[in-house]
């Protein structure tokens, strides 16, 4: 069965970076592509950006721009996103999803168990 | 302030039907993009109850449907159960940002 299992729990000081993993398994990794989307405490939802699992092709929200890269690592199924001068309101739950539809049309069918960035002095 | 326009709210005795909207604008629904919809429960990742606006996918009961019309979508679940309460998410692509959407979710209490 398809899995996303991502990285633990992170706790960060302001300015810093996190970087969060998300492994894929239990299908042909690179036939979908990959998005990260966060969720503040008691808000809604944020789509961050797509991220192609071949390489060299990313994507991201203009909100992210400058301050977000994802990547991914074929070799063990892994997709990764990296977000940089983190301030309070980035405190949020990360989540990886698998996208159906390629760079448009797309909708999340699998979804990560969701991982919990802390930014506090 | 979502792209997506949802209530924040809606609420239903058991066995009724309700309805969630989905408000967007010419650059995501009504750009003919599909709509796609999510049930969260506290503490978990979201799952995919409608995509393409009206479909189900396997597992997900037929007492959940889907349409969209114009800049507009709903998602309705009828025979309300205590087990449907939960956050509800719609989803699209915005061709203005190039990237997907949410709505700002609905909360459904069953009374």
């Known amino acids: 069965q398809v899995q996303l299992v991502q990285s633990g729990a992170e706790v960060k000081k302001p300015g810093a970076s996190v970087k969060v993993s998300c492994k894929a398994s239990?299908?042909?990794?690179?036939?979908?592509?990959m998005h990260w989307v966060r969720q503040a405490p008691g808000q809604g939802l944020e789509w961050m950006g797509i991220?192609?699992?071949?390489?060299?092709?990313?994507s991201y929200a203009q909100e992210f721009q400058g301050r977000v890269t994802m990547t991914s690592d074929t070799s063990t199924s892994t997709v990764y996103m990296e977000l940089s001068s983190l301030r309070s309101e980035d405190t949020a739950v990360y989540y990886c999803?698998?996208?159906?539809?390629?760079?448009?049309?797309?909708?999340?069918?699998?979804w990560g168990q969701g991982t919990l960035v802390t930014v506090s002095s | 302030q979502s792209v997506l326009t949802q209530p924040p709210s809606v609420s239903g005795a058991p066995g009724q039907r309700v309805t969630i909207s989905c408000t967007g604008s010419s650059s995501n629904i009504g750009a003919s993009y599909d709509v796609h919809w999510y049930q969260q429960f506290p503490g978990t990742a979201p799952k995919l109850l409608i995509y393409?606006?009206?479909n189900r996918p396997s597992g997900v009961p037929h007492r959940f449907s889907g349409s969209k019309s114009g800049t507009s979508a709903s998602l309705a679940i009828t025979g309300l159960q205590a087990e449907d309460e939960a956050d509800y998410y719609c989803q699209s692509y915005d061709n203005t940002l190039s990237g997907s959407v949410f709505g700002g979710g609905t909360k459904l209490t069953v009374l």
């Open positions: 239990g299908y042909t990794f690179t036939s979908y592509y």
């Open positions: 991220v192609n699992p071949n390489g060299g092709y990313a």
């Open positions: 393409g606006s009206s």
């Open positions: 999803a698998s996208g159906v539809r390629g760079l448009t049309d797309y909708y999340f069918d699998y």
